[in-house]
């Protein structure tokens, strides 16, 4: 990196597209960014600053480029290192988000956005305690930013800190008080006591009546909150309310979904998984799958209380793996093409590429559980990349099942769940389709009931480590003294011991949840199994 001080113009131009990326003017950010590298186009500032505006404007590509080419020209680039490793850790290519990291932490920056960087990164890669004292400094180094502020708070709650979370979410409201989000995540983090709370989040709903991704976040607050206090007619409002405003938000297509259930039904069968390759011969896995918010979280934490198992989290490197040896870009999650591709693999390849990229959240135990609940779609390229894997499906209630996805606020996923009749018939395909891997598949993998393991754990617990082939140790009816983090909606639940509390929620509700109802009966599913 030159010493050279930059021309005034030059100077200028950089500042005037840093102030327009603040105000998302993209537009003036990328005119600045064209000048800039007219002028000098080895300037590691202009292709950061590029890099800056690929990110905001989620072109990837762009970003991927343009900080690769800052830390070639400046290899003490700390932010662009940061920014690298956060892109390489989303895209699932771990190992080079390692590499970044290490270079990050070589240059041994302060700068405080570089600090939460890595925390989240670190994050991203089940690192949290190392995670926690990043976001400590950056937040020491930068007190009072919101942003920094939410990271160390919802850290904090997957390590179970309930106090200190709360206080810091709090205190994000005394700088930002009509912060949706932070609202949310308050309500997330603690048990309501009285509705004082729900009366200010009442009042910024009429605020932000207009703006359905703040009143999603608001509305599911209030309902949360409402159920806390078992204000029951409440919180069913709130949450339809909540859904509503969030399906505004987001493009589903069901009639996509349709066709690419329909085509792993057809295509993946016993036959496709006896044919060609069979991967490699790898016991470690233990993968737990299933619908969300159905135990998913309760079976894990039971399995890694064992001595010989660790808890990867919730693994998106098979998929990740299907689609770059396919080479599938499209941003669409799952559909007809992915799977189609997928048919053609080598899954030896497919095994390896998931093994690589997985080690650092693998840890070093004999074992290792994957608790990503949608590789139920995936079961026999799973059976068919590690043929001795284990593979543990949870069985709930449909309605309570269902129910329980609906009234939860998810990130980017699930995007079925926010309309009462869509969550049903997907919740049908699902079973349909987990019915049909028991047919082209029998023996292959174990179902185990939430209902059935929080009536009698043991007995339950000592079934599912028999299935694992693990030897009984008692740690495994503890999983709730377990201290290491989750990052999971069940942060909270899975520290207390099993309990029966949402089993039947939905019964509650049972006259606004007709739709729901109404449609599983539609689909198949009869009285007696809800």
Not at 32 to 45: R, T, V
Not at 483 to 501: G, L, N
């Amino acid at each position: 990196m030159s010493d050279t001080p930059l021309k005034p113009e030059i100077q200028n131009l950089i500042e005037k597209g840093f102030n327009a990326l603040t105000k998302a003017d993209f537009k003036t950010a990328g005119l600045c960014c064209q000048e800039i590298l007219d002028q000098e186009p080895d300037l590691a500032e202009g292709h950061f600053l590029v890099g800056l505006v690929g990110l905001a404007a989620e072109d990837r590509a762009t970003a991927f480029k343009a900080l690769q080419s800052v830390v070639q020209l400046d290899p003490d680039h700390a932010p662009a290192w940061a920014y690298l490793a956060k892109l390489y850790m989303s895209e699932g290519q771990v190992n080079r988000a390692d590499l970044a990291l290490r270079e990050t932490r070589r240059i041994k920056s302060d700068d405080p956005q570089v600090l939460d960087l890595v925390g989240t990164t670190l994050t991203q890669m089940g690192e949290y305690d190392l995670a926690k004292v990043f976001f400590t400094r950056a937040n020491q180094l930068r007190p009072n930013y919101p942003p920094f502020m939410m990271n160390l708070a919802n850290n904090l709650v997957y390590h179970g800190d309930k106090e200190n979370s709360e206080n810091i979410f709090r205190a994000v409201l005394q700088i930002q008080p009509d912060g949706a989000q932070v609202h949310w995540s308050l309500a997330s983090a603690k048990k309501a006591k009285d509705r004082q709370h729900i009366k200010k989040m009442e009042k910024l709903c009429e605020k932000f009546r207009n703006n359905p991704r703040a009143l999603a976040f608001l509305y599911y607050a209030i309902g949360k909150e409402s159920e806390d206090l078992e204000q029951w007619d409440r919180a069913i409002k709130a949450f339809n309310r909540g859904a509503a405003a969030r399906r505004e938000t987001i493009e589903y297509d069901e009639q996509a979904e349709i066709a690419f259930f329909d085509y792993l039904q057809e295509h993946y069968t016993s036959e496709w998984l006896a044919d060609g390759d069979q991967g490699v011969d790898d016991r470690s896995p233990i993968y737990v799958l299933g619908q969300p918010r159905t135990g998913t979280t309760l079976i894990e934490r039971i399995i890694t209380s064992h001595s010989m198992v660790n808890s990867a989290g919730e693994l998106q490197q098979f998929g990740l793996a299907l689609r770059r040896l396919g080479g599938y870009s499209s941003p669409i999650r799952f559909s007809v093409d992915l799977f189609d591709r997928a048919r053609q693999l080598n899954y030896e390849q497919v095994a390896q590429m998931y093994l690589k990229t997985s080690s650092r959240m693998r840890g070093d135990s004999p074992r290792f559980v994957d608790k990503l609940p949608q590789n139920y779609l995936m079961i026999p390229m799973i059976l068919k990349a590690f043929p001795n894997a284990k593979v543990v499906h949870l069985n709930r209630n449909p309605m309570d099942a269902c129910f329980a996805s609906y009234k939860q606020l998810f990130a980017d996923a699930y995007l079925h769940s926010y309309n009462q009749q869509e969550m049903a018939r997907h919740h049908i395909r699902y079973r349909n389709l987990m019915q049909n891997w028991r047919e082209q598949f029998p023996g292959r993998f174990f179902d185990i009931s939430y209902e059935q393991t929080t009536h009698d754990l043991e007995t339950n617990a000592r079934a599912l480590i028999d299935y694992l082939e693990l030897p009984w140790e008692d740690a495994c009816l503890e999983f709730h003294k377990q201290k290491t983090a989750v990052s999971t909606a069940s942060a909270v639940q899975v520290r207390e011991p099993v309990h029966t509390r949402s089993i039947n929620r939905w019964k509650r509700y049972e006259r606004q949840l007709q739709p729901m109802y109404q449609e599983l009966i539609n689909g198949g599913i009869s009285e007696q199994q809800i």
